[in-house]
């Protein structure tokens, strides 16, 4: 069986092998600061090994409610915000039919909220709900998140009074602390089913715990094969496997080289919109892990070919500042070939007979020698095909990789200390109690 594979050939006409080689005993300290936990952030590394200790009992677990849920709801929104909502959004998108929602249901409609605070996108999604069958999975590992917990103050009222607080209780349910937060209060209160978000994995990384798994699950994918791909990586981006043939320890490296030779900004780039969210938790990922002490690559992201015809003239004529990382799918789940027409008014009949797909490979082909012609380094990870096992592979890998390259950027990548200076600000604008020193300092500002 194939699996992801990375190619840096086309970064070493900017940085030589030599330059990626140098990095190798930082690269091989930092992975041996994962595994012996050595480094700061070593309270946080719980994901590390999650693929190969997920217990079977709890993944059983995972798909009995998973079912509950499908069998008594024609909706489940899932409410949370940044590493309680990103993973999972990613991978129900990148593996659901792009037209989902147009298509027969076949089992609940996943959407999603608890990630803003707009009254219009909370007003529309009251009124769709309004004559749906729908449950609730409430994420939050502090369970006190203000986007979280006011989505779900709305969603929680509006089920008890269509469904009933009886049947309410059946089909919410809790992704959050073992004991602490408000989502747990309120989760042992009503009687929710409930998991636990383990104290040593961080938000962005607990894509493969109840965060990811469950409604994933809910969303009719194979949560085991997703496990089995995470696993895949785990053995084969281990700090056993040799630098060279570690494809984590390798991106690692060449993006720290190429971050040191002025390339600030890393440009991760998809040829699928099934993969637009991808490129989201991706950005969450590295920049909340990396983004510390004034430094750190800037993670920005590109939908391709669409963004060709935009943003596509700034990465090929802009400021040189920036490299790409092309997600490459390698073998389309569909197959559709160009018709040829008579009167070949578009004078597309060289097309014809063609799959869809080599025309976009030959548009990325392109598009990659283009953009490395016009300065920008290019890397390119290789996805076989778009389902769970491959997807769980590339899930651990961007997590290992990033572990390891925050560490040679010399950075703790497991905190984000920098998100809590808005919250501050708008709790003392909103008069929280507790905020009046705050609140009198910053209407001063005004
Ligand atoms: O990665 C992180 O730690 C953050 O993005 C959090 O996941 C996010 O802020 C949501 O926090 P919580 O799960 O406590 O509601």
Redesign the pocket.
Same mark, same amino acid.
């Given at each position: 069986m194939k699996n992801i594979s990375l190619n840096i050939d086309k970064v070493t006409g900017f940085v030589s092998k030599e330059q990626i080689m140098a990095l190798k005993p930082q690269v091989e300290a930092a992975q041996k600061a994962l595994e012996e936990g050595t480094l700061p952030g070593n309270d946080f590394l719980g994901w590390l090994h999650l693929p190969s200790s997920i217990d079977a009992e709890q993944i059983q677990l995972l798909k009995e409610v998973a079912q509950t849920l499908r069998e008594n709801c024609e909706v489940v929104v899932v409410a @949370? /915000? @940044? =590493?309680?909502y990103l993973g999972a959004r990613a991978v129900i998108e990148a593996l659901s039919n792009n037209f989902a929602a147009l298509l027969p249901a076949n089992g609940p409609r996943v959407i999603f909220a608890g990630h803003n605070i707009s009254e219009d996108y909370l007003s529309e999604l009251t009124a769709y709900l309004s004559d749906k069958k729908f449950g609730v999975i409430n /994420?939050?590992? &502090? @369970? $006190? $998140?203000t986007e $979280?917990a006011l989505a779900f103050r709305l969603l929680k009222r509006q089920c008890e009074e269509q469904r009933g607080k009886e049947t309410a209780s059946k089909v919410i349910v809790a992704i959050t602390d073992a004991v602490k937060g408000a989502a747990r209060v309120t989760a042992d209160k009503e009687g929710y089913k409930s998991f636990i /978000?383990p104290d040593n994995v =961080? =938000?962005?990384f &607990?894509v493969l715990t109840p965060v990811g798994l469950l409604p994933i699950a809910v969303a009719g994918f194979d949560i085991d094969a997703i496990v089995n791909g995470a696993k895949k990586m785990e053995e084969d981006c281990s700090p056993a496997v040799p630098f060279e043939e570690n494809i984590a320890a390798m991106y690692a490296a060449t993006r720290n080289a190429l971050y040191a030779s002025g390339k600030k900004i890393e440009i991760l780039v998809n040829y699928q919109p099934k993969l637009h969210f991808t490129s989201e938790w991706w950005k969450?990922l590295y920049g909340?892990s990396e983004g510390k002490e004034h430094k750190g690559i800037f993670p920005a992201s590109v939908d391709f070919s669409t963004d060709l015809h935009s943003m596509g003239q700034w990465i090929q004529d802009g400021e040189r500042t920036i490299f790409e990382t092309v997600l490459s799918i390698e073998q389309p789940n569909s197959s559709l070939l160009v018709p040829s027409d008579e009167e070949n008014l578009d004078g597309l009949n060289f097309l014809a007979g063609k799959h869809v797909d080599e025309v976009n490979k030959m548009a990325e082909l392109g598009t990659q020698l283009a953009h490395v012609d016009g300065g920008v380094p290019n890397m390119r990870i290789t996805i076989p095909a778009l389902n769970e096992y491959y997807i769980g592979q590339l899930i651990y890998f961007f997590e290992i990789a990033c572990g390891i390259s925050g560490y040679v950027l010399g950075v703790n990548p497991f905190n984000?200390p920098g998100?809590e200076d808005y919250k501050r600000n708008m709790f003392a604008l909103l008069d929280k109690p507790g905020y009046e020193e705050q609140s009198k300092a910053i209407r001063a500002r005004l």
């Open positions: @949370g /915000i @940044g =590493g309680s /994420i939050s590992k &502090s @369970g $006190t $998140t $979280t /978000i =961080g =938000g962005r &607990s969450q909340e984000q998100v």
